[in-house]
């Protein structure tokens, strides 16, 4: 990969959260020869590194400054393995999608473009895609212009009866060759966490994370619905190698029905380095309810003042209603917006 180098232009920029919009102090930008659109499909998104694109017509100033998934720095080699992070400067706006399950059309992947996002994550639980590669192609087709991701079909490894175990095994495996077919570079699956004491199962499992990886796939590990720390914290100690989704609804309903087992910072502090994928949405805290952001009881923002925003490659907007998507669209950008000025503001905080 050529490596491309970037400079501050300006570090005395502050931002109004609401708007984006720089004021008078000036604007922060990142030089670079290369446009924006270059990176699209040759680099990773997780991996590319920040070029301020010039602005468009009827784009707000501010807007450059939360355009892509990146991390800004010039100082220091590209980082090896899924979890580590370059050192030295580093401002990251994660990609922002929705999932497919908004979509209830058996053709949903036609509909994509009209949902404007930039990254749709395929729930296979809910939305049609064959195991057939003609099939694939014809739905990659449609999906050429958003990032993708893949949500396992699978209910939870390692059931009781070993035919379903060995049923769930095989179609994660192929779920993992689906994700590398259209370019999807994470899949996200559950685990029955319970069955971990057996040495077998971690070694099954681990033979398809390697599969995986060797495929240039990220198995992403999501809780159930309602979140058990110390559950969640068994897998991610097992399976070093796997990152963490964090789903704000299953969070809620595990604090909210004090089955959770310890304060929301606690279990945020203890899987913060892990944590590489969120799924936005709320709820009353006692169903999985799949709201927007203002229409639940978690106090979201608060829970994202505690995540390393440099870690996280996509946040999927994981609701039931257009109008639950609109809303938390919205939401996410003012918020997004005000973290990247406030790490601008306050550089201590991107070695937090």
């Known amino acids: 990969m050529k490596r491309l180098t970037s400079k501050i232009t300006s570090a005395a920029s502050v931002c109004d959260r609401r708007s984006a919009r720089p004021l008078a102090a000036g604007a922060v930008g990142f030089e670079n020869e290369a446009p924006a659109h270059a990176f699209h499909g040759s680099i990773p998104h997780h991996e590319r590194r920040f070029v301020r694109p010039e602005i468009s017509k009827g784009e707000k100033a501010g807007d450059n400054l939360i355009r892509e998934s990146v991390i800004i720095s010039s100082e220091t080699p590209k980082s090896k393995g899924l979890f580590r992070l370059q050192k030295g400067p580093a401002i990251v706006r994660p990609i922002i999608g929705v999932t497919s399950q908004i979509l209830r059309s058996s053709k949903w992947y036609k509909h994509v473009s009209e ?34 991701s893949l949500h396992s079909a699978t209910t939870g490894l390692f059931q009781e009866l070993e035919s379903f175990t060995q049923a769930e095994l095989a179609m994660l495996q192929a779920e993992v060759d689906i994700a590398q077919f259209m370019g999807a570079p994470e899949v996200i699956f559950h685990l029955n966490a319970t069955s971990l004491a057996r040495d077998s199962h971690k070694g099954r499992l681990t033979r398809i994370i390697q599969y995986a990886k060797e495929r240039g796939v990220d198995l992403i590990y999501e809780s159930d619905s309602v979140l058990q720390a110390d559950d969640t914290c068994e897998v991610l100690e097992t399976f070093s190698e796997v990152g963490y989704a964090l789903d704000l609804g299953h969070l809620n309903n595990g604090h909210r029905r004090n089955m959770l087992g310890c304060d929301i910072d606690e279990f945020i502090s203890r899987v913060r380095d892990r944590i590489v994928y969120i799924h936005a949405n709320n709820n009353c805290g006692m169903v999985d309810e799949h709201k927007g952001l203002k229409d639940g009881t978690l106090d979201w923002r608060g829970v994202l003042d505690l995540v390393d925003m440099r870690r996280i490659r996509k946040i999927i907007i994981e609701v039931r209603s257009i109008h639950y998507l609109r809303d938390t669209q919205e939401e996410l950008r003012d918020y997004l917006a005000g973290n990247v000025c406030k790490m601008v503001q306050f550089p201590e905080m991107r070695s937090g």
Do not use: P, W
């Not at 930039?118 to 990032?147: G, P, W």
């Open 115 to 148: 949902l404007g996002v930039d990254a749709i994550e395929i729930n296979r639980r809910n939305s049609k895609l064959y195991l057939s590669t003609y099939f694939l192609e014809k739905v990659k087709r449609y999906l050429q212009d958003v990032h993708v």
